[in-house]
């Protein structure tokens, strides 16, 4: 039973373009979570979805970031006309129920905007 | 808003020494709390997950402690080891489950 895989590990974007980040939740997990992370601080919440559904985006940027979870495949998280302070660890958790259950963290995907 | 906060930011001991991370949240209505392991660079690991009927739970060398009416809980590591060097983090999950992080207590343990 894999754990929650994210891909890729490490992603290089130049300021203007199109970031991609994937999240594969672990078998049976209906539930995606998608923090940010940047130096030396904690992670941020961003998003909550389940399956095609957006949840909570509260801690999303209002323009340029997007998250979906379709029927079939990953979760995206899609960041669109870069900028270097987009810089940061992204780290998707996938969890079975909503509620008192315990999340699981993927190895996170580094963004750098050069 | 749920605010979480870790004290002490960093901390360094010698090996052997036993110790305590804070975390205190300002919302009570918590769901569960979560202690979590992050290595330089690396993804989290979960430690202990306390639910919000608890007051304690137990992993090994790590026992967690959970008091929700004062929105406070403590990580204690027995008999600290040069490996257990890290950074600590507690999350506190409301209704969705979405987790509301502290800034993480980066603990260096000396030979």
């Known amino acids: 039973n894999a754990g929650v895989m994210q891909n890729p590990r490490h992603l290089v974007r130049r300021r203007g373009q199109e970031a991609r980040l994937r999240c594969s939740p672990m078998?049976?997990?209906?539930?995606v979570y998608w923090y940010r992370q940047l130096p030396e601080e904690g992670l941020k919440f961003m998003v909550y979805?389940?399956?095609?559904?957006?949840?909570?985006e509260s801690g999303m940027p209002k323009e340029r970031f997007s998250a979906e979870f379709p029927k079939e495949g990953p979760s995206i998280l899609r960041i669109q006309q870069v900028v270097r302070g987009d810089s940061a660890a992204y780290f998707c958790?996938?969890?079975?129920?909503?509620?008192?259950?315990?999340?699981?963290f993927g190895q996170g995907t580094r963004l750098t905007v050069v | 808003k749920q605010e979480v906060t870790q004290i002490p930011a960093a901390l360094s001991v010698p090996e052997g020494e036993n110790l305590v991370l804070n975390c205190s949240f300002t919302?009570?209505?918590?769901?569960?709390l979560q202690w979590f392991r992050q290595d330089p660079g690396k993804g989290l690991t979960s430690l202990l997950l306390?639910?919000?009927?608890?007051r304690e739970q137990t992993s090994g060398r790590l026992n967690a402690s959970l008091d929700k009416s004062s929105g406070r809980s403590t990580l204690y590591i027995a008999a600290s080891q040069p490996g257990d060097s890290a950074t600590y983090l507690c999350?506190?999950?409301?209704?969705?489950?979405?987790?509301?992080f502290g800034a993480g207590t980066r603990l260096t343990v000396k030979p």
């Open positions: 979805l389940q399956k095609e559904n957006i949840i909570d």
């Open positions: 958790a996938s969890s079975h129920y909503r509620g008192n259950t315990e999340a699981f």
């Open positions: 078998k049976g997990h209906s539930h």
């Open positions: 919302d009570s209505a918590i769901y569960n």
């Open positions: 306390i639910q919000s009927s608890q």
């Open positions: 999350a506190v999950s409301g209704g969705n489950n979405d987790m509301r």
